[in-house]
C-alpha cells in the first residue's frame, strides 16, 4: 500500500512539474518501480511523467540504460558511476527533461563491509546536462529503506522542478 505522506508528496511534484512544463522519467533498482507506482497513482501525471526503466538486473543496467560494463565491473551496481549512468540513459532513452535513478541495497541480503544494507545512490539527470547525486544510508528493513529512498527521490525531483 502506498503511503499517504507519500502521495501527497507525488502530488505535489506532478503539479509542480505541470506548473514548470517539465517532464519526468525514472530509472529505479531497489525501488522496482515505487516512485513510478507513487507517481502515477496521481490522477493526471500522464501530462509529465513519461515512464520509467525498472533495472534490477545489471544486464538490463548495460542493454536499456547504457551503463557501461566497466562502470558495474569496477564501482559495482551500488555505486555512484552507476547511478550517475542510470540517470544520463533514462533522459537519453525516455526522452524527459528530468530523469531520477535509484540504486541501492534494500536487504535483508547482499550486504557487504563497504555496502551496507541501506545504503542507497540517487542521480538526476537535469534539463541542462548535469547530474545531481546523493548518497544515503537509511535504515530499517527493506520496506522502510524502499520507503525512505522513495520520498528522498521524489524530494530530489520537488526540489529541481520548484
Given amino acids: 500500500m502506498l503511503s499517504k505522506e507519500l502521495l501527497v508528496k507525488a502530488a505535489r511534484l506532478v503539479q509542480d512539474a505541470k506548473d514548470a512544463g517539465v517532464t519526468l522519467a525514472t530509472a529505479e533498482s531497489c525501488t522496482g518501480g515505487l516512485v513510478s507506482a507513487l507517481i502515477t497513482a496521481i490522477s493526471g501525471s500522464s501530462a509529465v511523467y513519461l515512464g520509467s526503466i525498472v533495472s534490477y538486473a545489471n544486464e538490463v543496467k548495460q542493454r536499456l540504460l547504457g551503463v557501461p560494463a566497466e562502470v558495474l565491473a569496477h564501482d559495482g551496481a551500488v555505486s555512484e558511476a552507476c547511478a550517475k549512468a ?74 529541481a522542478v520548484a
Avoid at 87 to 104: E, P, V
Avoid at 136 to 148: E, I, L, N, T
Wanted: aromatic share 4%.
Fill in 86 to 159: 542510470m540517470a544520463k540513459g533514462a533522459k537519453k532513452a525516455i526522452g524527459a527533461d528530468y530523469a531520477l535513478a535509484i540504486t541501492g541495497l534494500a536487504g535483508p541480503g547482499g550486504a557487504t563491509p563497504d555496502k551496507p544494507v541501506g545504503l542507497v545512490y540517487l542521480a538526476l539527470a537535469t534539463p541542462t546536462g548535469g547530474v545531481i547525486v546523493q548518497k544515503c544510508h537509511f535504515a530499517g528493513d527493506r520496506d522502510a529503506v524502499r520507503s525512505q529512498t522513495a520520498a528522498k527521490g521524489l524530494d530530489m525531483l520537488l526540489e
